[in-house]
């Protein structure tokens, strides 16, 4: 019993003796300083205190935008100091006018430096709100935060007259084309010019006349960034003078955009926009979209779903109709078909070999229809000799296809890949009635990627071949689809129009005689009916 309570005593003292071997933390008082609201104050706070703990001890309150020097987290210790900066912001509506612009048009059916108002120019207005940033009642910063159109401002358009020196030649129909990113006509004669899109933001890409001739289908350049959106498809009418444009609501639309025989309906193919080249992946669908003098009828319609259109169909197809409306042809890098509008699907006609062209873009073969209906045009990619691969051929040729029979004929050899046969109205010459193709041929065949063109005409079956434009030695034409005029000329003949350097120049077909149009070479797509 005595052991045991000796026992219990031992370990009672080495308790004793831990307890007062271990160190004692003193807890002791920091001293800082805060500035705040003008004023700068001590605070006494318990060592090891954040910046935060020092403010709540001190009854220092924070707004939401107040900033701290050094953060809120940070440990305190003896001597340090705490900036607190009051931050607030305001917000300020203003109404700011927004000038007019002046823009000049050149015209070369004026005189030399005669001019011509053809619209007034008139101030718009914007609403802006600004947001502005105070700390401690010193102002520190203003930004525009949200910008509001309340009227657009309508540019001062002058026509400016620039001296001609080309003859005045009589023409049938409307001849439209884009000259410095705006669309113009010529009507009745090349001296009769008139602007009916003054925007200068038209791309090129679509510019089309309604059967009718009474209205005008192009796309406009996208002001939203790229990848996102490539430009947007608009109408006008072209009666008269300007009228204010018409947004169908449709984008991305690259390789075909035109009018069925309802001249309110537009029909087109549209693409998905890419950052990588070429900027875009086709869809390779078909959409019609009727429309009212207020916009859209209703939303489009699709004809063809959205597919992968075969070899190299990221590029894209186009299509063409046949001259009465009543048949659809499509082409695309590896063939051509027709299309069933009502069932929505491609019956393929012939099997064409893709070109490689080991690039950011795809070669689609060029089509058009006879005026029986019952004909295709088209440039097939021709077999190599030797060791060079099919998809690498450099050899193209016109061919004519028969929808009856079948028959495929060679109508014209290394012609180029880009030979765009177009065909002509009805020809009468004496009692034989037909029609004329006018295609381009390359200046050297084998190199027809980069080779110039020259322009040439030929009957239906290949023959009275003809070659018209340029003369021998000239440069050669660009890749195009000449325009034929809608009705013939005073001889029975008709008049070819292509672009040449920027101009637009016309070519008697019968005659030959060569005239130019055009001489400031903004010229960059037409369109004639």
């Not at 101030?123 to 203003?142: A, C, M």
């Not at 058009?368 to 190599?384: E, F, K, M, N, S």
Request: hydrophobic share 40%.
């Amino acid at each position: 019993m005595k052991a045991r309570y000796f026992s219990i005593c031992i370990l009672a003292l080495l308790q004793v003796l831990m307890v007062a071997c271990q160190p004692q933390i003193l807890q002791r008082d920091v001293t800082v300083t805060i500035s705040v609201d003008g004023q700068t104050l001590e605070s006494k706070i318990p060592a090891g205190s954040t910046v935060q703990e020092a403010l709540d001890a001190a009854g220092i309150s924070l707004g939401e935008l107040d900033r701290l020097d050094p953060p809120a987290y940070s440990l305190l210790s003896d001597g340090s100091s705490i900036q607190v900066r009051r931050v607030r912001e305001e917000f300020e509506t203003q109404q700011e006018i927004i000038p007019f612009e002046h823009q000049e048009l050149r015209n070369e059916s004026l005189p030399q430096g005669e001019t011509r108002l053809l619209q007034s120019g008139s101030n718009g207005s914007k609403e802006i709100t600004v947001r502005y940033v105070y700390e401690d009642d010193i102002e520190t910063s203003s930004n525009v935060v949200r910008e509001i159109i309340l009227k657009a401002s309508q540019p001062e358009i002058i026509m400016v007259g620039v001296q001609s020196p080309f003859s005045p030649l009589t023409i049938p129909g409307k001849l439209a084309y884009v000259a410095g990113g705006n669309a113009w006509i010529m009507e009745g004669s090349t001296a009769n010019r008139r602007p009916v899109v003054t925007t200068g933001d038209l791309d090129g890409r679509i510019l089309s006349i309604s059967p009718s001739g009474n209205w005008l289908l192009f796309s406009r350049k996208s002001t939203r960034p790229a990848g996102e959106e490539i430009n947007t498809l608009w109408v006008v009418n072209i009666e008269g003078g300007l009228q204010e444009p018409i947004d169908l609501k449709v984008s991305n639309v690259i390789h075909f955009g035109n009018w069925i025989p309802d001249t309110r309906t537009v029909v087109y193919s549209t693409v998905e926009p890419r950052q990588a080249a070429p900027g875009w992946q086709a869809n390779n669908d078909l959409y019609t979209l009727r429309f009212t003098l207020s916009g859209p009828l209703s939303k489009p319609t699709e004809v063809v779903e959205a597919n992968a259109g075969g070899i190299y169909g990221w590029w894209g197809s186009t299509y063409v109709y046949s001259y009465n409306g009543e048949q659809l042809a499509y082409t695309r890098p590896d063939g051509i078909g027709l299309v069933d509008v009502k069932e929505g699907e491609l019956i393929p006609l012939l099997d064409i070999t893709p070109l490689q062209t080991r690039s950011d873009w795809a070669w689609i073969p060029g089509l058009a229809w006879g005026l029986d209906g019952a004909t295709l045009y088209i440039v097939t990619h021709a077999p190599a000799s030797g060791l060079v691969s099919a998809e690498e051929s450099p050899y193209f040729d016109l061919n004519a296809i028969s929808l009856t029979n079948s028959a495929n004929v060679l109508l014209s050899a290394n012609t180029g890949m880009f030979a765009y046969p177009t065909v002509s109205p009805l020809l009468e010459t004496g009692l034989e009635r037909g029609y004329q193709i006018a295609f381009l041929e390359a200046a050297f065949p084998e190199q027809s990627d980069t080779s110039r063109y020259r322009l040439v005409t030929m009957d239906r079956d290949g023959s009275n071949r003809q070659v018209l434009f340029p003369d021998e030695g000239l440069p050669g034409l660009e890749p195009q689809t000449p325009a034929w005029a809608p009705q013939p000329t005073a001889g029975g003949a008709y008049l070819l129009a292509i672009l040449y350097q920027g101009n637009l120049w016309m070519i008697d077909t019968g005659s030959g005689q060569v005239y130019q149009v055009t001489g400031d070479g903004l010229m960059d797509q037409i369109d004639w009916k």
